[in-house]
């Protein structure tokens, strides 16, 4: 099993970016979980990118674990000995967490908000987390270089909203969840559009340069086009 | 059977060593001793031209870079995502730093100066790449698998990672294959292949199943 260390496992900790979609490995604070008493706690969202979205929505509830403090689950024993949770060390203040897979069940979406996302996955980290998810589930070991390819194409699309939604809303919008939801249907809406449509042509690598160029081409329009009508 | 050499017998025939007829100098003898020499020559020579064009590739890349670090950070992002549509995920990769921090140096945040210089390292190996003319674009085929048997999933961007830019140089301008390369690089690359590949599933999506064979 493959480990990583806490520097190349977030993207972010504490102050997430809104403009990044959610994700798989999104952790979230202050969610009280149906069946896990009235406490808020912590969830990390387990659901593979593939599966928590209808077209630019996400479905209405979402899977996710209890993400819960654990003092052991750094160094190689950590990682190697703890194989019913996915280690989250120095997640807050140093301090050391980890997702439950026993108590896996699931969220309502409505609940999974951006205020309330404290940390997120790189994408090495993202193919950790399923391959602990994969072993957990049926006791099969994945090399992550298939998982990456796997995940190639959600991942870059996910990388591409962001970078969309930074590139057309202001900074005052870019503070806030309904412009942010709205300018995401935006960019669902352009990457469908056209045969092929950008969303096909990502199924394959080859093309996801092209498509990065055009997705930025087509934000930079649209963000001088609402620049024009204001 | 009696072997002879210009007239007299050879070998057994001919008695010992010492009952050999003198060879005179265009047998094939000297001709033999002549090729060593010469075949002896042009390995040294190509070992010679192998390591000169080695230094020369450093000298031009390093050159290169030192262009590229006059650039600002967001410029140099620029010129990688937004003309060469590199992706955020793999330029964040190279540098060895987050997505995040990547987004922050695009709207102005500061960078380090060696993360500056890795951006400058991967956009002047980019231009190389394209100008040899060989690869068309550069940055989407440093994201591509290698072409190799099924079961093996390994990227231009992965020996990159590694160190290995001379190489990579080597495999753009076909002078090695793949395995070749490969067998220099990651002696035991054979090893990592998986017995599983990636398929395009039913729904659309890219699904995991055991490869059949």
Redo the contacts between chains.
């Keep these: 099993m493959d480990q990583i260390e806490s520097e190349s496992l977030y993207d972010e900790r504490g102050n997430v970016n809104w403009a990044r979609p959610l994700l798989q490995g999104d952790v979230f604070d202050g969610i009280v979980l149906p069946g896990f008493g009235d406490q808020p706690m912590k969830v990390q969202i387990i659901s593979h990118p593939c599966t928590m979205r209808m077209g630019a929505n996400l479905t209405l509830r979402i899977t996710v674990a209890p993400v819960e403090p654990h003092s052991s689950v750094v160094g190689q024993r950590g990682w190697d000995g703890n194989l019913r949770v996915m280690p989250l060390p120095g997640l807050i203040d140093e301090k050391h967490f980890a997702t439950k897979f026993i108590d896996v069940t699931a969220a309502p979406a409505v609940l999974l908000t951006r205020p309330r996302r404290i940390a997120t996955l790189s994408h090495q980290g993202i193919y950790i987390l399923q391959q602990r998810l994969i072993k957990h589930y049926t006791r099969v070991e994945m090399p992550l270089e298939l998982l990456r390819r796997q995940s190639a194409a959600v991942l870059t699309e996910a990388v591409l909203q962001w970078e969309w939604i930074e590139e057309v809303l202001t900074e005052a919008e870019l503070a806030d969840e309904s412009a942010i939801e709205a300018e995401a249907k935006a960019f669902d809406t352009w990457l469908g559009e056209g045969d092929p449509s950008c969303r096909a042509l990502l199924q394959n690598e080859i093309h996801h340069t092209d498509v990065h160029r055009r997705a930025l081409r087509a934000a930079r329009d649209r963000s001088r086009t609402r620049k024009d009508q204001k | 059977m009696t072997v002879t050499a210009g007239g007299q017998p050879t070998g057994a025939a001919a008695g010992g060593f010492s009952d050999y007829a003198p060879l005179p100098p265009t047998s094939t003898r000297a001709l033999s001793l002549r090729a060593d020499y010469l075949r002896t020559e042009v390995d040294m020579l190509g070992r010679e031209v192998q390591e000169w064009h080695g230094e020369a590739r450093e000298r031009d890349l390093t050159d290169r870079i030192f262009e590229k670090t006059k650039k600002s950070v967001s410029g140099l992002l620029e010129e990688l ?9 793999d330029i ?2 190279v540098v060895g730093v ?3 921090a990547v ?1 922050k140096w695009r ?1 102005g945040g500061d960078a380090s100066p060696e993360s500056r210089s890795k951006l400058a390292r991967i956009a002047a190996l980019l231009d190389v790449l394209e100008e040899k003319g060989i690869v068309q ?1 550069p ?2 085929w440093m ?3 290698l072409p190799l048997d099924r079961g093996y ?2 990227r231009p961007l992965d020996l990159y990672l590694e160190g290995h830019v001379l190489k990579l140089i080597d495999l753009a301008e076909q002078r090695q294959t793949v395995a070749q390369v490969l067998d220099q690089v990651r002696p035991n690359w054979r090893a ?1 292949r ?1 017995d ?1 590949e ?1 398929f ?1 599933d039913t729904d ?5 199943r055991r490869r059949d064979e």
């Design positions: 995502a937004g003309e060469r549509g590199m992706g955020w995920s964040a990769e987050s997505i995040s987004r709207k674009d940055a989407a994201e591509m698998d999933f390994i990592g998986s599983f990636v395009n659309g999506q890219r699904s995991i």
